[in-house]
């Protein structure tokens, strides 16, 4: 079958090939009845856009870029913010036909603004979403506003009063998890903190601060170690909470993986979990159902928060608005939490 073009679509749709060319490149001010039309006439034909026409037809390319923190350039690398990230970016692209460029960024590199300034004036997307912790790091930010693109930074730890940007409540949230942890009777609730250059993590331990105190109870410093986000860390982490005389009945950790490195640890010190401690973690990566036991955490809407900065870059969000859209997060109470154990 010879390879459907914008003619094709157009008599198919019964409209114009202008009419076509302008639902593809998802223009403004087309009548929603037309834009079906059009769609179905898509979608039955198998019509793919030329790329390489659609560029040379604008300024920038029918691309959108996602840009995140490489995973391999960690000890034990975890990809579950990243493939939820992908998933959420690649989901919106789709819909209004453009393509999705992923660049693991390893900020630690001399010369990684000059990586991005590059990779940004070889494609020239039409906006760069990115992500936490990259969204906080002036050098990757500077990179990129000297290419003039528009972008929308997911989980930025201080927003700026000038820009759009895409958040969850993690604060709020957080302060929910360790109230539900202490109505489970827990007093003694540890929180273990993630890695200080991810300030959306920080806003986790605000959150634990505030659910302690509205729950009634002290914050103490014997209680809160410091993490990296990894497995590795938790697990240390876990070691100094553990090997104490009076340990804590609940750990709450900033991350899942962190949560998980816990569990570990838990089962080598023969502490029973959730009889003897509860332990919960944060984002719902799917290492959360695969350790054992499944770990209480709070759902993180990555899908969702990358699918809503790619979508507002497509339709030019960011030009007209600004503050933090947030994605609310939720709980998942699995069989890692339960009643404080008695006295």
């Not at 004036?121 to 039409?126: F, H, K, L, Q, T």
Request: aromatic content about 4%; glycine content about 6%; hydrophobic content about 40%.
């Amino acid at each position: 079958m010879p390879k459907a073009t914008l003619d094709h679509v157009a008599k198919r749709a019964g409209v114009s090939m202008k009419t076509v060319s302008r639902v593809v490149n998802r223009e403004p001010n087309v009548r929603e009845s037309t834009k079906a039309k059009v769609d179905a006439a898509i979608a039955e034909l198998n019509y793919r856009p030329n790329q390489s026409a659609r560029n040379l037809a604008s300024e920038r390319a029918h691309i959108i870029g996602l840009i995140y923190d490489d995973p391999s350039a960690y000890e034990i690398p975890s990809a579950g913010y990243v493939v939820n990230m992908q998933q959420g970016a690649l989901h919106a692209c789709r819909k209004a036909h453009y393509e999705l460029l992923i660049h693991p960024c390893n900020y630690r590199k001399r010369n990684i603004d000059r990586e991005i300034e590059e990779i940004i004036e070889y494609a020239r997307p039409a906006g760069i979403v990115l992500a936490a912790p990259l969204s906080d790091m002036p050098r990757i930010i500077r990179a990129i506003e000297k290419t003039s693109t528009p972008m929308i930074r997911v989980s930025p730890g201080k927003p700026k009063a000038n820009e759009l940007c895409v958040a969850t409540n993690d604060r709020e949230i957080s302060a929910e998890m360790t109230s539900y942890l202490a109505s489970l009777g827990h007093k003694r609730i540890a929180f273990i903190t993630g890695h200080p250059s991810h300030k959306a993590v920080a806003n986790r331990f605000a959150g634990y601060k505030d659910g302690m105190q509205q729950s009634g109870l002290n914050v103490s410093e014997r209680l809160i170690v410091s993490g990296d986000n990894s497995f590795r860390s938790g697990e240390v982490a876990a070691q100094k909470l553990l090997s104490r005389k009076q340990r804590p009945t609940a750990i709450f950790a900033a991350n899942d993986d962190m949560a998980a490195g816990v569990i570990r640890v838990a089962n080598r010190f023969g502490i029973e979990v959730p009889t003897e401690l509860s332990i919960a973690g944060f984002d719902d990566i799917a290492l959360a159902q695969l350790v054992f036991p499944n770990l209480t955490t709070i759902q993180q809407p990555l899908t969702a928060m990358a699918e809503r900065a790619a979508s507002m870059l497509i339709k030019g969000a960011e030009k007209n608005a600004t503050g933090t859209e947030i994605v609310p997060a939720s709980i998942i109470i699995r069989e890692s939490t339960g009643p404080a154990p008695s006295t």
